[in-house]
């Protein structure tokens, strides 16, 4: 509580602005989930063979997992020095990683359709939504369904960072009376720190927003879900439909926060991940990429204009 009260003393205007803008994006977001919720249209089942389930899954965690990883390390070793790597290059190692793995899962979506699932899975009549997988996505995306799944996700992300700073307390009070072992450190990911570190007029921080704004949002979406998720869901197919979709969201969820590997946004990346799998099945993946383009843009704008209040 002292750290909390320490960090409120120094906020100024832009900070207090975060927090606004902030909460009432989130308190939309409610209205917006209710919306969400009182949409017609119901989720068709998986007919995709078992092949390709495994084939999507595993291309999916391949792409995000090793060739992302492997492609960023040789990129970096190009920008070493004596004193290592040079870290005004870091992101430029990261972006081409994720240029890599997202042309790989491009191209295996190419060499087999049925591995990278473009389409929404909502059952319509619209005429528009005929046609290639691709075509769908692209019909089905728009401004204002882009809108409604980000003010969506503010208020799922707040809700699950207040559970998560609450558990972390509760833990934290827990652990100073001897009942329980201490908490993993509530800490802001890497990539927090990096960005705060960085000056905007400089070519690092122009290579963190290409690689935070469009090479990770279109990469993850691309591995988790148009392929980890719908691979999943395929493999369950053969139990009934209704668990084995909750079931595949469930896990591409704690997926997608793991490979985060952030303790203290654990909780609010497993919602994330969870919800984008609706967005997937409700307007494809093409949308759920402006989402997640758009979440991380909004961010990454108030880690620079409200440094205090961003990170609490």
């Avoid at 204002?144 to 009070?173: C, D, M, N, Y």
């Amino acid at each position: 509580m002292d750290e909390f009260a320490q960090s409120l003393e120094a906020f100024g205007p832009w900070d207090w602005a975060c927090v606004v803008a902030n909460l009432l994006s989130a308190f939309l977001g409610i209205f917006a989930l209710k919306c969400w919720r009182n949409l017609p249209g119901k989720v068709t089942g998986a007919t995709n063979s078992v092949s390709d389930a495994v084939l999507s899954l595993c291309t999916g965690l391949l792409a995000f997992g090793i060739i992302f990883g492997v492609v960023t390390g040789i990129v970096s070793q190009a920008f070493s020095t004596h004193f290592g790597i040079s870290q005004a290059h870091v992101f430029t190692a990261a972006f081409c990683g994720q240029l890599t793995a997202t042309c790989a899962m491009l191209g295996m979506g190419a060499v087999a359709p049925r591995t990278l699932d473009w389409a929404p899975s909502v059952e319509t009549d619209d005429p528009k939504m005929a046609g290639s997988a691709f075509r769908q996505a692209l019909h089905g995306f728009s401004v204002p369904r882009v809108l409604l799944g980000l003010l969506s996700i503010f208020a799922l992300g707040l809700a699950a960072t207040l559970v998560w700073k609450g558990f972390h307390v509760a833990w934290e009070q827990l652990a100073l009376r001897g009942w329980a072992g201490q908490p993993p450190a509530d800490e802001p990911q890497d990539i927090v720190d990096a960005v705060l570190k960085t000056d905007v007029d400089t070519w690092r921080f122009f290579t963190i927003t290409l690689a935070v704004t469009i090479g990770a949002p279109i990469m993850e979406e691309l591995a988790f879900r148009g392929m980890v998720y719908p691979g999943l869901r395929r493999l369950g197919a053969a139990a009934s439909e209704g668990p084995a979709r909750w079931i595949a969201i469930i896990l591409t969820g704690a997926l997608f926060s793991a490979a985060h590997q952030s303790p203290s946004a654990a909780l609010p990346l497993f919602a994330f991940g969870a919800f984008m799998c609706l967005v997937r099945d409700r307007y494809g993946l093409l949308t759920c990429m402006a989402v997640h383009c758009s979440f991380n843009a909004w961010n990454l704008l108030w880690l620079k204009l409200a440094p205090n209040a961003s990170t609490l």
